[in-house]
Structures are given as structure tokens and as C-alpha cells.
């Protein structure tokens, strides 16, 4: 596939707590005890905003077709070969129909699941429900592996640019897709994205994805 590069923005509000008779440390509220869902967004003891929390993306057209606007000859022969056969057996050989970890569609909400994120000095775990799957993104600096082994997750580092986590993730294997409409990839997929905090509860998380 041809050098692809595209920004999608998913707002994300959180989930429904599962203890809800447990209120949340931390979280800001107003006179009457309800949570004030516009204060200022929470922020660790070195000062970076506080991503942790469980999330539940919003849908996502870019989930269902991250390639939805390329055009003929946008994608390399053999890339269009492999779209074309997925879409001709129903795409029965994609890995979500397979139970297969989803790969770089993680971060976009596959399956509709919440992810929880905790987030330490160095290094930020995202627990997603879909699969009991998970990420590690290091921010310790570390730079990615040089010759990775290639996996269905890749690996992640994560650097702060003002009060935006950037985390790139290379080292997928080449069994996943990039999206739910069967767009194949490579080894050398490396996906680019941005989380940024925008308040303290309602609408929390804006991120966006560079593919």
C-alpha cells in the first residue's frame, strides 16, 4: 500500500462506573455532590494531565473503513488483491471474525469495548475489554526496538509534547488489518497517535490516529 496518511479524530466519554455507589477519587463536583463535568482536567504529581480512567470510544466511520477515501491505483496491486479476496469470502479470513488481537484498530474502539488507562510516571497500560488484550506505551524515553519481533499488538513509546502524549507503535506483524473493511498492511506500519485531555468528565479524550 502506498505511503497512507490520515487524521482521525474519536471523542471518547466515559464509561458507566461499576461500582456506582463507590465515588471516584479525584474527580471534581459541584456543591450537591454531582460531578462537575467542565472543571479542569486532573493532573499527576509532575504536572502531566491524568489519562487515567475507563473510556468508551464513540463510533468511528474510520473503524469500519480507514481507507474509505482512496481512489483507483491508491493502493499497490498486491494490497488491492488481498482487499479484493476479503471482500469476496465475506471476510471470513479477517481476524476479528478469527478471535484474533485487532492489531493498530485497538485504538480506534474496536468491538465497541471500554479500555481502561492507567498511567504511571514511565509508562501508560491501556486494558482493553475487548479480548483482555492490553498495550504498553513507555514513556521512559527508550526509543522503539531497532529489529522488533514483528506482534499483533507492536510496541509503543510515548513522549509529552505540552499536555499531548504522542505514542508511535511499530512492530505489527502483518496478519491484522487496519480496519473492519479488510485494508491490508505490512511489517512496516508505524501509526502515530495524540492524546490530549480536554476537561475533567464529559467528552475527556480527543485523540488522533496518523497511519
Known sequence: ?????????VVSSSA????????????????????????????????KPDLSGVWMPRNSSALFSLGQDLKPGDMQPWAEAIYKQHGEN?????????????????????????????????LVLTLYEYQTIFRQIFTDGRTL?????????????????????????????????IDLA?????????????FHRIDAYMDPARFARRI
Not at 1 to 9: E, Q, S, V
Not at 113 to 122: D, E, G, L, M, V
Not at 150 to 176: H, I, K, Q
Open 145 to 177: 526496538p531497532g529489529d522488533p519481533n514483528p506482534t499483533w499488538m507492536g510496541y509503543s513509546v510515548g513522549r509529552w509534547e505540552g499536555d499531548t502524549l504522542v505514542v508511535t507503535t511499530a512492530g505489527y506483524n502483518d496478519r491484522s488489518t
Open 90 to 122: 465475506y471476510r471470513n479470513d479477517n481476524d476479528g471474525i478469527n478471535c484474533l488481537p485487532p492489531g493498530p484498530k485497538a485504538g480506534m474502539g474496536v468491538g465497541r469495548f471500554p479500555t481502561k488507562i492507567i498511567q504511571t510516571p514511565n
Open 16 to 47: 458507566t462506573a461499576q461500582w456506582p455507589n463507590h465515588p471516584a477519587a479525584g474527580v471534581p463536583r459541584k456543591a450537591d455532590g454531582k460531578v462537575d463535568q467542565t472543571g479542569p482536567v486532573p493532573r499527576t504529581a509532575d504536572g
Open 1 to 9: 500500500m502506498h505511503k497512507l496518511a490520515m487524521i482521525l479524530f
Open 182 to 194: 479488510g485494508h491490508p498492511h505490512t511489517e512496516a506500519l508505524r501509526v502515530i497517535e495524540h
